[in-house]
């Protein structure tokens, strides 16, 4: 069934695992969501991002997430992933999104306010919690220099002053954590996690978790992080395993042929970080 993020997320603090968010593009990758989280008997997040949208279509993609939450025995929230424009969460609220992120951490800490409270304002109205990002989470191959890194990650007592100001429901933090593939081992910085969470009590986020090794995640979630995102290592399976088919079977033009296996593959890393976050039976 489909739910508000929020119920999902509270309950994942209050009970000390973290629910998985999963990017989805199209019909397989949805499918293959779902199927995971059915087996595993786990609540989860289907999340679409701008350029999902434009790529799949409004009317299509949101659809597809929808009808399989109403079939579907486990919560499910509809997710808006880094939400470009105010413009773009107004048009997810009337597509029955059940939380959206708007995603103004490009902006300076004021205007990012501003902009969030306007969200908030607007979401709340109908009852849509609201993630917002605080720090910048960039991309694994932008900022080499580890001092840039550092100057792009959260300040604990800015996100309580934040999150005071923006009324905002859940929290993205920076905390060395980075979109894509890392390259290099990753390494999270916990003191600041911690220190953020002994200044703000809502729901906070970890984005670009593909890639993080099992202890750095298990960690993160000890330390509050209630919601985590995974796109590229799903993205990864799926390619993969469309290479693999195409490699032993050049021949083949049944994209059923090419794309279920793709499905499987992707379902299995679903089902494995499902268990990884602790959300394992919490349906
Ligand atoms: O918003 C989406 C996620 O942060 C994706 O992160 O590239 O590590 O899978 P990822
Ligand atoms: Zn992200």
Redesign the pocket.
């Known amino acids: 069934m489909l739910v508000s993020s929020k119920e999902l997320l509270l309950a994942a603090q209050k009970g000390g695992y973290a629910v998985g968010a999963f ?1 989805t593009n199209n019909l397989e990758i949805t499918h293959a969501i779902f199927r995971a989280a059915k087996a595993q008997r786990a609540p989860i997040l289907v ?1 679409i ?1 701008a350029g999902a949208i434009r790529y799949a279509g409004i009317d299509f993609l949101p659809q597809i997430v929808r009808t399989h939450a109403r079939l579907a025995d486990v919560p499910v929230a509809l997710h808006l ?2 939400g470009p424009s105010f413009e773009m969460v107004m048009l997810c609220l009337r597509y029955g999104f059940t939380s959206v992120m708007r995603d103004a951490s490009k902006l300076p800490f004021d205007e990012n306010v501003a902009e969030i409270r306007k969200v908030v304002e607007a979401a709340h109205a109908v009852g849509v919690p609201v993630e917002a990002e605080l720090g910048r ?1 960039v991309g694994a191959e932008e900022h080499v220099v580890v001092s840039e890194r550092e100057k792009a990650m959260t300040d604990p007592d800015e996100a309580a002053e934040f999150v005071k100001a923006t009324g905002c429901d859940f929290l993205a933090v920076s905390i060395g954590n980075a ?2 593939f890392y390259k290099g081992e990753p390494n999270l910085d916990f003191d600041r996690l911690q220190a953020i969470r002994d200044k703000v009590d809502i729901p906070l986020v970890l ?5 993080l090794p099992d202890d750095q995640i298990r960690t993160a979630v000890s330390l509050g992080i209630c919601k985590i ?5 799903i993205r990864y399976a799926f390619t993969q395993s469309v290479r693999k088919t195409l490699a032993e079977q050049p021949e083949q033009i049944d994209p059923r042929k090419i794309l279920g296996p793709a499905i499987d593959a992707m379902q299995a890393v679903v089902e494995r970080k499902i268990a990884l976050f602790g959300s394992q039976g919490k349906a």
């Open positions: 990017n999340q991002s992933d880094h989470i979109h894509g984005h670009g978790a593909s890639g995102n995974i796109d590229t290592e």
